[in-house]
Antibody, heavy 122, light 107 residues
Framework: QVQLQQSGPGLVKPSQTLSLTCAIS??????????WNWIRQFPSRGLEWLGR?????????EYDPFVRGRISINPDTSKNQFSLQLNSVTPEDTAIYSC????????????WGQGTLVTVSS | DIQMTQSPSSLSASVGDRVTITCRAS??????LNWYQQKAGKAPSLLIY???TLQSGVPSRFSGSGSGTDFSLTITSLQPEDFATYYC?????????FGPGTRVDVK
């Protein structure tokens, strides 16, 4: 059974960097048949996909255009985990952030982390 | 980006009711449509993928249909554990996008 365990601070100051980590058990961050994603959820705007990293002969990253330029998602093969960094945050980035595995065979997010409420406030 | 809409945004129903939620994409997504259930304080849980394939372990009272731009999720006999929020999500093209959700609560 795949499990995703998130860690990271729940409070970030405006203009600083939001950093979260998602530790994977039951699968490998280097797996060829899945991608590793970050998704956030706002009370009023629903769910928003942020981006993903995956390995297909080499590491690939794809990001939502809305946050491209501020976001970085990176794998850590030594710890079998991946991370999210979102720079220059504002209060509008306050949301619940979740990691999720995307199953390429069936085209769905089949396993999710527990979610982390990140509040951007001074 | 492909925009996803859902209707209704919320509904009230009783145990045993048949419930149908619709989802529409702003352009064709063939059958690359997934449905998720989310309960308060929990991550979304996959119900149906590629429009009509039931995820392993999901009760058969859940079913999905549709193709192109119009899709639906049906619960044939609502059970107490089914009161939750339901989201559709397209996996046809990046960026992946979700519908705004349909909240199902007790009448």
């Amino acid at each position: 059974q795949v499990q995703l365990q998130q860690s990271g601070p729940g409070l970030v100051k405006p203009s600083q960097t939001l950093s979260l980590t998602c530790a994977i058990s039951g699968d490998s961050v280097s797996s060829n048949s899945v991608a590793w994603n970050w998704i956030r959820q706002f009370p009023s705007r629903g769910l928003e996909w942020l981006g993903r990293t995956y390995y297909r002969s080499k590491w690939n990253n794809e990001y939502d255009p809305f946050v491209r330029g501020r976001i970085s998602i990176n794998p850590d093969t030594s710890k079998n985990q991946f991370s999210l960094q979102l720079n220059s945050v504002t209060p509008e980035d306050t949301a619940i952030y979740s990691c999720a595995r995307y199953n390429w065979t069936s085209g769905q997010f089949d396993f999710w982390g527990q979610g982390t409420l990140v509040t951007v406030s001074s | 980006d492909i925009q996803m809409t859902q209707s209704p945004s919320s509904l009230s129903a009783s145990v045993g009711d048949r419930v149908t939620i619709t989802c529409r994409a702003s352009q064709t997504i063939i059958r690359y449509l997934n449905w998720y259930q989310q309960k308060a304080g929990k991550a979304p849980s996959l119900l149906i993928y590629t429009a009509s394939t039931l995820q392993s372990g999901v009760p058969s009272r859940f079913s999905g249909s549709g193709s192109g731009t119009d899709f639906s999720l049906t619960i044939t006999s609502l059970q107490p554990e089914d009161f939750a929020t339901y989201y559709c999500q397209q996996s046809d093209s990046l960026p992946f996008t979700f519908g705004p959700g349909t909240r199902v609560d007790v009448k």
